[in-house]
C-alpha cells in the first residue's frame, strides 16, 4: 500500500478507524444480561426455539436467528422482542386448515396457488392439501410470534434473551461482554 505523505495525522487516524469499522473491529458492544441464562430462556420459558432455529438447535418454522444479533443493535434486538404489534413478514402467512374429517392444523402457508395449499406446522413438517379436500382454509392475520414478552418476561429477563441473541453467532473468544450499563434504562 502506498503511503499517504498528503495526508494529515487526523485524516490518517479517520482513514485507519473507517478501515477497522469495516473490518468489525470497532469499540466493543457491552450488552445487558448473561448469554447463558439467556439461552435457557430461548429454549424454555421464552418458548422462542418453538419455530426459531439457533446454531441448528430449535424450531424450523421461523428464521434461523444464528447470526441475528450480528447485524443489530442492542436496541433494535430488545424493541424486536418487546413490540407489542407485528406486521407479519411476506412469507410467514399464517393459516388453519380444517379437513372434510373436522382435523384443525394451524401453520405457515408456504406454497399456494387457486387449487392447493401447503402448510408447515411448528413441528416442522409440510402438509399438502388440493382446496377441494378441505372443509375451510381461515387466514390468520396476527402473526406466530407472541407479542406479549414484556408481560411474560421481566426486565433482566429480556436482558438475557438479548445478550444471547447477540452472542450466539459469534465465534467462541468473540464474545461481547456483558454489562447492565448499556441495556434498559433502569
Known sequence: MPAFHS???AQVRSVVSYLRDLRGKSDIRVLP??????KTIFFGKGECSTCHTMSGEGGFIG???SGYGSAASVRAVREEILKPERIVPSGYNSAVATTRDGERLEGIVRNEDNFSV???????SFHFFQKVDLQK??????????????????????????NYLM??????GKRVPANKAE????
Open 137 to 162: 382454509l381461515e387466514y390468520v392475520s396476527q402473526p406466530l410470534m407472541p407479542t406479549d414478552y414484556g408481560k411474560r418476561l421481566d426486565p433482566g429477563e429480556v436482558d438475557d434473551l438479548v
Open 167 to 172: 452472542n450466539a453467532g459469534l465465534s467462541k
Open 7 to 9: 495526508l494529515t495525522p
Open 33 to 38: 444480561g448473561d448469554a447463558g441464562r439467556g
Open 183 to 186: 441495556g434498559h434504562p433502569e
Open 63 to 65: 428464521p434461523d436467528l
Open 118 to 124: 401447503q402448510l408447515q406446522t411448528k413441528d416442522g
